[in-house]
């Protein structure tokens, strides 16, 4: 499978606890972008990277999430102290500059 | 920052018919508006795109079209069927964002046998 890969599918954590989700984007992809999904609303931008750099991170993204992408290749988004708050699906999608955007199947995240 | 705003929230049609979705947007500096369709529990996929030097698309059953000057495009599906039952998404692009997308809250369409 080529297109974008998003591990684990589902995850299910305590409140407080920290979770660390990873993104493979289609390998020639030069964007990388995480977007945050809740139920009836469309993805919200969360951040995205040119290669390896962050270059841009929305005000939802709170001082308890990080993203990183360390090699302009895979990324991955960790939540820090995680809240009911942070239940949503995460998805990453990939793209060229200036181009379609591709998305992954997301990570379902639930919060205890 | 940009803002886009998508209307109907659900779209029911009896099969055969065509359903019609709006978007309007407020960067007039977007230059880029995809749709994207996503069935339950699975990813968004990009079923037709416009950019913003283009005032219409078409894709077989699938339309869009752009009106640059009111900030609106809208999405047209004829000769609907079954499985064009989905959400669709539309989406705006700025070009200074580095092709950050704004989606809009997403329409259910349901097509009606």
């Known amino acids: 499978d080529t297109g974008v890969s998003q591990d684990p599918r589902h995850k299910i954590t305590k409140r407080g606890q920290n979770v660390t989700f990873r993104c493979d984007p289609i390998?020639?992809?030069?964007?990388l972008y995480w977007y945050r999904q809740t139920l009836g609303q469309g993805p919200e931008f969360l951040t995205y990277?040119?290669?390896?750099?962050?270059?841009?991170k929305s005000r939802l993204l709170s001082d308890r999430f990080s993203a990183e992408r360390p090699k302009g290749s895979f990324s991955t988004l960790e939540i820090q102290r995680t809240e009911q708050g942070d239940s949503a699906m995460y998805l990453c999608?990939?793209?060229?500059?200036?181009?379609?955007?591709?998305f992954g199947q997301g990570t379902r995240l639930t919060v205890v | 920052g940009e803002n886009v705003e998508q209307h109907p929230s659900t779209l029911s049609v009896q099969e055969g018919d065509s359903a019609v979705i709006k978007c309007t947007y407020s960067?007039?500096?977007?230059?880029?508006f995809p749709w994207y369709k996503q069935e339950l529990g699975k990813r968004p996929q990009l079923i037709i795109d416009?950019?913003?030097?283009?005032g219409e698309k078409k894709d077989q059953r699938i339309a869009v079209t752009l009106n640059k000057t009111a900030k609106h495009f809208s999405l047209h599906i004829t000769e609907t069927q079954p499985e064009d039952s989905a959400v669709y998404f539309c989406?705006?692009?700025?070009?200074?964002?580095?092709?950050?997308?704004?989606f809009g809250t997403g329409t259910s369409l349901t097509v009606i046998p």
């Open positions: 990277f040119q290669n390896e750099a962050q270059l841009e």
């Open positions: 960067d007039s500096a977007s230059n880029y």
């Open positions: 989406a705006a692009s700025p070009p200074y964002t580095g092709n950050q997308f704004y």
């Open positions: 390998s020639e992809h030069n964007r």
């Open positions: 999608a990939s793209s060229l500059s200036g181009g379609e955007a591709f």
């Open positions: 416009i950019r913003s030097n283009v």
